[in-house]
């Protein structure tokens, strides 16, 4: 449901010519490999069809997902796209994504063996080998016998080899080397098979990890996909919501649930309408998990969240705003230019996978390009 901006208790904006951008730059770090992209949770929250078509006006010809109803939706809005689903083969399911043109990431032999009997060579699947991660995916010995039956290969429509990375985001971490070399010999099994191992963090780790087809996630949107070093995306997302009351609070008085920020002056508290039920963790309460306290920005100027977190508000200590600013009615940056998702990430203690992620739904979205 599309609610109004003006009945909203905040908007989220989507910059799809920033996202495309950060596209644009992938794909020119893994040239001459092909870029994709992810899209699955709802294209991390930033709505799958309109970043879909976004980025295929911009060349993207292949997308990732993890569910086939996620895949169902992007074939709608796009009808001639190639599209994976990472979770594989649901059972007893093939006819759904025959139907809908979808291609199986198939990660198990019994996987293999339902797509290639529905299939039976008119339709296509990826084949997904674990290489260290230890999820989803067929192993060494599994691989081989695989390798070994040519008209099994052929009836499952194998078109593409993938992995996944356990520690793309360090690029220190010796294991990304140790995928990589076991990666290119599964890759000597399948001659001829397009192969893909590289997510967002790993299209930063040089050409070897590129191979045929990267398949970026979380860096499309904004979020850091290197960790401990500057980001190097165009932030894609903003979030803003007005001051719903300003109020005096008496120095020793406490603010919000269980009292957990007492006014060590006279203060003024201004109250939004923004909690976890939206995406703000209860981790970003006073004084917040790491680095904190979590700010918000108002005309520019940085103000904590104090309190407790709860359900729809938070409260910030505006006492040494401008108060032509901090005034009801006045927009509150949340996420944006001075506040990142990485910002959010690191005051709750988690990824911006997840922050990105968990962006509510009762937000007025907003594109812009």
């Given at each position: 449901?599309?609610?109004?901006p003006?009945?909203?208790?905040?908007?989220?904006?989507?910059?799809?010519?920033?996202?495309?951008?950060?596209?644009?730059?992938?794909?020119?770090?893994?040239?001459?490999?092909?870029?994709?992209?992810t899209?699955?949770?709802?294209?991390?929250?930033?709505?799958?069809?309109?970043?879909?078509?976004?980025?295929?006006?911009?060349?993207?010809?292949?997308?990732?997902?993890?569910?086939?109803?996620?895949?169902?939706?992007v074939?709608?809005?796009?009808?001639?796209?190639?599209?994976?689903?990472?979770?594989?083969?649901?059972?007893?399911?093939?006819?759904?994504?025959?139907?809908?043109?979808?291609r199986?990431?198939l990660?198990?032999p019994?996987?293999?063996?339902e797509?290639?009997?529905?299939?039976?060579?008119?339709?296509?699947?990826?084949?997904?080998?674990?290489?260290?991660?230890?999820?989803?995916?067929?192993?060494?010995?599994?691989?081989?016998?695989?390798?070994?039956?040519?008209?099994?290969?052929?009836?499952?429509?194998?078109?593409?080899?993938?992995?996944?990375?356990?520690?793309?985001?360090?690029?220190?971490?010796?294991?990304?080397?140790?995928?990589?070399?076991?990666?290119?010999?599964?890759?000597?099994?399948?001659?001829?098979?397009?192969?893909?191992?590289?997510?967002?963090?790993?299209?930063?780790?040089?050409?070897?990890?590129?191979?045929?087809?990267a398949?970026?996630?979380?860096?499309?949107?904004g979020?850091?996909?290197?960790?401990?070093?500057?980001?190097?995306?165009?932030?894609?997302?903003?979030?803003?919501?007005?001051?719903?009351?300003?109020?005096?609070?008496?120095?020793?008085?406490?603010?919000?649930?269980?009292?957990?920020?007492?006014?060590?002056?006279?203060?003024?508290?201004?109250?939004?309408?923004?909690?976890?039920?939206?995406?703000?963790?209860?981790?970003?309460?006073?004084?917040?998990?790491?680095?904190?306290?979590?700010?918000?920005?108002?005309?520019?100027?940085?103000?904590?969240?104090?309190?407790?977190?709860?359900?729809?508000?938070?409260?910030?200590?505006?006492?040494?705003?401008?108060?032509?600013?901090?005034?009801?009615?006045?927009?509150?940056?949340?996420?944006?230019?001075?506040?990142?998702?990485?910002d959010?990430?690191?005051?709750?203690?988690?990824?911006?996978?997840?922050?990105?992620?968990?962006?509510?739904?009762?937000?007025?979205?907003?594109?812009?390009?």
């Open positions: 449901m599309s609610v109004p003006e009945l909203a208790g905040a908007t989220l904006t989507i910059d799809l010519a920033a996202l495309v951008e950060n596209w644009r730059t992938i794909s020119r770090q893994v040239s001459p490999a092909e870029c994709g992209a899209i699955k949770a709802d294209g991390y929250g930033c709505g799958a069809c309109e970043v879909a078509r976004a980025l295929w006006e911009a060349g993207c010809r292949t997308f990732f997902v993890a569910l086939p109803m996620e895949g169902k939706q074939r709608d809005a796009l009808p001639q796209a190639i599209i994976y689903v990472l979770d594989g083969l649901l059972a007893g399911q093939a006819d759904f994504y025959i139907a809908h043109d979808l199986p990431s990660v198990s019994e996987d293999l063996g797509w290639a009997d529905a299939a039976d060579g008119n339709h296509k699947a990826a084949v997904h080998v674990d290489t260290g991660i230890n999820r989803l995916g067929f192993d060494r010995a599994q691989a081989e016998t695989l390798a070994g039956d040519k008209e099994l290969m052929r009836r499952a429509g194998l078109c593409l080899l993938m992995s996944h990375l356990a520690s793309g985001d360090d690029e220190t971490n010796p294991s990304n080397a140790d995928q990589r070399d076991r990666f290119n010999a599964l890759r000597n099994l399948f001659p001829g098979l397009p192969a893909s191992l590289a997510n967002a963090p790993g299209t930063f780790l040089g050409p070897a990890f590129a191979h045929d087809l398949r970026p996630g979380v860096a499309l949107y979020g850091n996909p290197l960790t401990g070093k500057p980001n190097p995306m165009q932030p894609v997302v903003s979030l803003t919501a007005p001051i719903l009351q300003v109020r005096d609070v008496a120095a020793g008085d406490g603010v919000g649930y269980g009292a957990t920020w007492r006014a060590e002056r006279p203060s003024r508290i201004a109250i939004v309408g923004v909690g976890y039920a939206d995406g703000l963790l209860r981790a970003m309460s006073w004084p917040a998990l790491q680095d904190g306290p979590a700010k918000v920005s108002i005309a520019g100027q940085p103000a904590p969240i104090v309190g407790r977190v709860s359900m729809d508000m938070i409260t910030i200590d505006v006492t040494g705003t401008d108060r032509d600013h901090a005034c009801r009615g006045t927009s509150v940056e949340l996420l944006g230019p001075t506040i990142s998702v990485d959010w990430a690191r005051w709750s203690g988690t990824l911006s996978y997840e922050i990105l992620t968990s962006l509510g739904r009762r937000y007025a979205k907003v594109y812009s390009s």
